[in-house]
């Protein structure tokens, strides 16, 4: 295997993959072929040329700052990721787990994690000093039901709670229901999906009722999110993923990989209502 280090955002995935690339060219010795031997003065001249070259390139790719700042999203979405962490975490180099809890929420979700043995949802509050917890239903097992946070950033969260934390994110890069949700419109490539908690809540099982939930979540809203759930196309792409993986489930999968793919669901709980033809728990006006 090969180990992802430097700095955060640091060539990412490309600079192991990269290195594998050049491994056979860097290992086995350049035949000249007889015909050259007049010109192998030239090649080495060449190589030479190019070696330098690529110095002087990488120097200067070095000690130039593509974006002068991290704080903000142009037209084009794109933002100095990296500059971004090292302003928010105040470290110049941000690449232990110790360093990203001084980013804003992170040191208070280890401490909330911590005041809740009983386990729950971790819902990110306005405030970055603190979690809002969704408990779990009971009965609650010994030892606690565990730990969910729900929240955009994956890296320095799993970074900083253990192995029995499950993180999961709006957008479905760590969380299958989120990733089929329909996209935003003109949203900022890679952040265009954002599934609602409410939809979380139900699907975790936890507590879903006032005043156990966080203030600012509407009760119809869950309480439709639990019947919109039940549709039989998403409750087909849950059990895909979630039940065991027996040789028929692999190949059931296998038979309906195209069609899972396709499958996306509106992220508005009524909508989705609607579209799966389900009964409302909200009885309509007049009824």
Known sequence: SVRVGGDFMHGRVLLPSLFLLLTPITVLPIRVPREWVGRDLWVFVASSVLWLATVIWAFFTANT??????????????????????????????????????????????????????GGLLLPAGDHTYWLVVPPRAPIPEGGAGHNVYFLNLGMTSMNVGLDVRVLDQMGLAYPLAAHTERLDDGRIGHD????????????????????????????????????????????????????????????????????????????????IQRCDLVSPIPEPGN
């Open 193 to 272: 999906k954002n599934l609602y908690p409410d939809w979380v809540i139900v699907d975790l099982q936890m507590v879903s009722v006032h005043p156990w939930m966080p203030g600012f979540l509407d009760q119809k809203w869950v309480n439709e999110a639990g019947v919109a759930i039940n549709c039989p196309q998403t409750q087909e792409l849950i059990t895909s993923y979630r039940s065991e993986l027996t040789w028929a489930r692999f190949k059931q999968n296998f038979r309906n990989a195209l069609a899972f793919a396709d499958y996306r669901f509106d992220r508005v709980p009524k909508y989705e």
């Open 65 to 118: 700052t593509g974006m002068p700042e991290g704080a903000v999203v142009g037209k084009s979405g794109i933002v100095d990721e990296r500059a971004y962490y090292v302003l928010n975490t105040g470290h110049d180099h941000p690449i232990r787990a110790t360093d990203y809890l001084d980013f804003p929420r992170m040191r208070a979700m280890v401490e909330t994690i911590s005041a809740t043995p009983d």
